[in-house]
């Protein structure tokens, strides 16, 4: 047994005797039932998706930073992730939340089983993971079997490869400054418009929030990086000639590699 794998025991075992554990000890598992997703996430800015399977207790606890511990294995095609214990450490971040977890999973393009296990139940789907998205369904041999483990979709969209979205909103009075920017972007750059479908998730936000006129977000391909950093660059050119501080207005631009442009950032006073 070599140092390293010594120290990682040591910290997980401080660890978790410096939290405060709610397992039911009885059954193995934790009393409660469970919705998971799958999604990409990143690391750092300017950095590739990741895939991940989140998941998290349809309860409430009364610290947002309530955390799932699980453990998992991924052999023979089956994905298999037990719901082991909660646990909060010696900090609680004031708001009510699930507790939750998200796990890294390296999958090849192709079909999968998932099993989901809380102590003594366990939940069967099957997944299939492609380079733009992944679905899943429950086989009919298991609809009769328990729920526990559900998912708000039956799809769930990755980011398209060179790949960003708009997002934003004005004022009642300045719906224009939006308006003029899209046609601007789609008329001076090498732009492809891309749509996802209404019933699945998607890894873009699908309107701005929080303004008086929130716009449907719209999503676009380019060719290169270097093409995604011009068109940047023209939304604070436009923000600094054209939107004024305190009007209520506000564009984003967020690209596949978590690469973003604020205007609010760059608004003339």
Known sequence: MNRIYLFGLLVLFTSLNSCDMLSDSNKGGIDNTFSFEFREFHEAENSDPILGISIRTNEQFPCVNYALITSHTIKNGIISISINDVYISDVCLTAIGPASTIIPLDLDAGNYGLELINGDIKDEFLINVKEEKIDITKPQEFLENSYDFSAPFNTWYRYPKNSFALVGGTFTDNTHLYE???????????????????????????????????????????PSEEEYNRIGNFLIEYSSKYIKSGKGVGFSLRNWRNVSYLSWLHDRE
């Open 180 to 222: 003029n920017f899209l046609v601007q972007l789609i008329d001076s750059f090498e732009v492809k418009e891309i749509y996802f479908p209404d019933d699945a998730y998607i890894p873009y936000p699908r309107e701005g929030s929080g303004h008086y006129v929130d716009f449907p977000a719209s999503y676009f391909t380019y």
